[in-house]
């Protein structure tokens, strides 16, 4: 049995961990910024709770974190009480994190100096995956350490894929959330546009859905988005701060994202009606206001 410590029990977090103690019965201790979140979690599943990043870190063979955004992951980290002052050598740091490639690279190079690995390991699939434990998982860092890490992952996820060194894995989220972006918007105006038009939606999705316009947001996306229900999954203000991030890392690459870049605007038009913890389904709503 390994030793595990799970560092961010949010919406994502807290299933992930779970998975991994249920599946493997693994040693786990957790800490959670709000200490009730927690409690709850080892209520629900066992182990031991941290009072900090670091406590929890001390002598686990694998630390995991799943924080909210660049700053909140250097502070589980690098911060006073982070994690990386405890992490012990030859240890695998794997972090779940939606974060810029350029803290992934920081934190791997700060890793290395310590004698330990650092793995930047973004996740897709939304609250359901992460629940459900099918979670798509993007990886930049060292084989070695990857090949470690894998079937710890594996206990939260059903694709794991090391795409190359450090920060490949963020990169490639970025292309994931790049994707996504227009794909929903595709959708919303198609469902806007029918419902104009007067068509039989079901019928209408019945039929493209088998052939090339099918994806996984008409699948399991179209009849809430129709219903105008948007309590599902990843909030717009997430959403925003990954396209913010794909925004930035193609202003050093120099890739041209002109759709991201508008679909990011009618995000924010979301936002200031009112939808700001509304799912990414949620364009719609715009279009249905005019």
């Known amino acids: 049995m390994a030793k595990v410590a799970w560092i961010g029990l949010g919406v994502m977090g807290y299933p992930m961990a779970g998975h991994i103690r249920k599946k493997s019965g693994h040693d786990l201790v957790v800490y959670n910024r709000n200490g009730s979140k927690s409690d709850a979690w080892v209520k629900e599943f066992g182990g031991k709770t941290a009072a900090t990043p670091a406590d929890a870190a001390k002598d686990a063979d694998f630390v995991f974190s799943c924080v909210g955004n660049d700053n909140d992951l250097r502070e589980v980290t690098l911060g006073a009480k982070g994690a990386f002052a405890s992490v012990k050598k030859g240890a695998v740091f794997i972090d779940n994190t939606t974060a810029s490639a350029n803290v992934a690279r920081e934190l791997y ?6 004698g330990f690995n650092f793995l930047d390991a973004p996740v ?6 992460a629940q459900n434990g099918v979670l798509t998982v993007m990886v930049g860092g060292d084989a070695a350490a990857f090949e470690r890490a894998q079937p710890v992952i594996t206990h939260y996820a059903r694709m794991v894929t090391l795409i190359g060194s450090a920060g490949a894995g963020q990169l490639t ?3 994931n959330q790049i994707c996504i972006a227009g794909l929903v918007e595709g959708l919303a105006e198609g469902i806007h546009f029918a419902q104009k038009a007067g068509l039989d939606l079901q019928k209408v999705m019945d039929t493209i859905s088998k052939g090339a316009a099918q994806s996984w947001q008409m699948e399991n996306r179209w009849k809430t988005m129709n219903d105008g229900k948007f309590d599902f999954g990843f909030a717009v ?3 925003r701060k990954d396209l913010g991030i794909c925004m930035e890392e ?3 690459n120099g890739a041209s994202l002109p759709v991201a870049a508008q679909v990011d605007g009618f995000y924010a038009d979301v936002q200031k009606m009112g939808g700001s913890r509304w799912d990414t389904s949620s364009l719609i709503a715009r279009l249905n206001k005019k």
């Open 109 to 114: 190079a700060a890793a290395k100096a310590k």
């Open 124 to 129: 897709s699939g939304g609250q359901a995956g």
């Open 173 to 175: 989220k970025m292309v």
């Open 237 to 239: 203000d997430w959403m």
């Open 250 to 252: 193609a202003k050093r």
